[in-house]
């Protein structure tokens, strides 16, 4: 006889949850014989009630309240967005005893906090594995898979968007704007890309892998964020010279001093990552995070990033084991905080930097660039210099890049600031950091 079913309310009924109410529907005998249990659609909460949802306008409510507070409903998939009215949704589904499956990553990287610790009072189970890289698996391996080992650094390309546009940018040698507009018209960026280009989206998904890889409570807020709305085809040019692609990396490292006191840093900024690097390889609208541990080494997690059905897949993944759990009287991985580590400052991360600035063409500019970055304790490891012409083909200066060796980012600052000072400067034109790079 088969166990009592699982009764299931979705909120939301966009791309990712419209495949979710689908699996469901069509999925049945097999998510009933790996769960145990039939898993049944109680309704789904939408903010318009239609006929032309796709789903039998008996099963829709724009009472999203009353949906989550039903006795019939077990586990509250969370799929609308965005933060408000997502928590206070998921907030009442916990202290009335159902387990939550969420896909919000602004949420998560806000008010995990908050959320967790009403999940760990009901003893209910908070999964959000696709919160971060779509259908890639990275949560669960490392909340489950390393929760044995010591996690020393997580850093990927957590954002479909950006890496298109970048791609692009390297592939074909256009513009920013350009590659947006393309970016936009394929519909891989939104109306209003602000979140994904200026890095707000990859700071959220850095903030939970942070909080999970360190067992530490990280914010978006504590995650040091620049977006590539200012990376040009001419970086691209130099980093192609360098042996370097440019991608938009989220960057979470456990920072351990001399005196072996531990931080925690996690950051967001386009960086060059030399070509013989795994994630410089990670083209379009893909995701990567490559996940460097004590013992396992290093590992590297690879696929679609976005989209309806890897996002479901994703979804689907923490909705079969939120069910078992209810079947067999388990729960799944609670949250772990007990390091507390402290949140490092950006400006005290060391870090290689390339800087790209146009100068006078006359004698001494090059000494007196290199005296700046000596000053300021920045060692530079390459220079490369051009000259260059104006539209009449008339020699108008020059163009210096400078590649350091490792340097914090106060130093740097500091060096970049004196340099828009000399007068033989004429623009500092970019500053990047290079990130996989040894030196």
Do not use: W
Request: negative net charge; aromatic residues 4%.
């Amino acid at each position: 006889m088969s166990e009592k079913a699982i009764g299931v309310a979705v909120l939301g009924l966009g791309n990712v949850g419209t495949e979710v109410v689908r699996i469901i529907e069509e999925s049945a005998a097999d998510l009933e014989a790996r769960i145990g249990a039939p898993l049944e659609l109680r309704g789904v909460g939408v903010r318009r009630v239609a006929k032309d949802r796709g789903v039998p306008v008996g099963m829709l409510t724009d009472d999203i309240e009353a949906l989550v507070s039903r006795d019939d409903v077990d586990i509250v998939v969370e799929l609308m967005g965005p933060v408000e009215p997502a928590r206070k949704a998921i907030m009442a589904a916990l202290e009335q005893g159902k387990s939550v499956v969420t896909a919000n990553k602004a949420l998560m990287a806000q008010s995990t906090g908050e959320l967790a610790q009403a999940a760990e009072k009901a003893r209910v189970d908070l999964y959000f594995e696709a919160a971060v890289a779509g259908a890639i698996p990275v949560i669960r391996p490392l909340t489950q898979s390393l929760a044995g080992d010591t996690v020393l650094r997580v850093a990927g390309i957590v954002n479909g968007t950006t890496n298109y546009i970048l791609s692009a940018m390297n592939d074909t040698g256009a513009s920013y704007e350009d590659a947006l507009a393309d970016a936009s018209a394929l519909g891989y960026a939104e109306a209003d890309p602000t979140a994904d280009v200026e890095g707000y989206d990859a700071a959220a998904k850095a903030a939970i892998l942070a909080s999970i890889a360190f067992h530490t409570r990280v914010t978006a807020d504590d995650v040091y964020r620049e977006g590539i709305t200012k990376v040009s085809a001419a970086d691209f040019e130099s980093a192609r010279a360098l042996g370097c692609n440019i991608k938009l990396l989220a960057i979470c490292e456990r920072l351990t001093s001399g005196k072996g006191k531990q931080r925690v840093s996690a950051r967001v900024y386009p960086a060059l990552v030399p070509l013989d690097h795994p994630l410089a390889s990670v083209n379009g609208a893909f995701n990567a995070v490559v996940v460097e541990a004590e013992a396992a080494g290093r590992l590297m997690f690879y696929g679609q990033g976005a989209g309806g059905a890897p996002t479901a897949s994703a979804v689907m993944g923490d909705l079969v084991m939120a069910a078992r759990n209810r079947v067999q009287g388990g729960r799944g991985p609670r949250e772990s905080k007990y390091a507390k580590l402290p949140i490092a400052s950006i400006g005290a991360i060391p870090t290689r930097y390339y800087v790209n600035m146009n100068v006078k063409d006359q004698p001494g500019v090059l000494s007196a660039v290199a005296a700046e970055f000596s000053r300021h304790e920045v060692s530079i490891a390459e220079v490369r210099q051009q000259g260059m012409t104006d539209n009449e083909g008339e020699p108008c200066g020059a163009q210096i890049v400078v590649v350091t060796h490792q340097a914090t980012d106060a130093a740097l600052s500091e060096t970049v600031e004196a340099l828009a000072e000399l007068d033989v400067v004429q623009n500092i034109n970019s500053v990047l950091r290079m990130e996989g790079a040894t030196a």
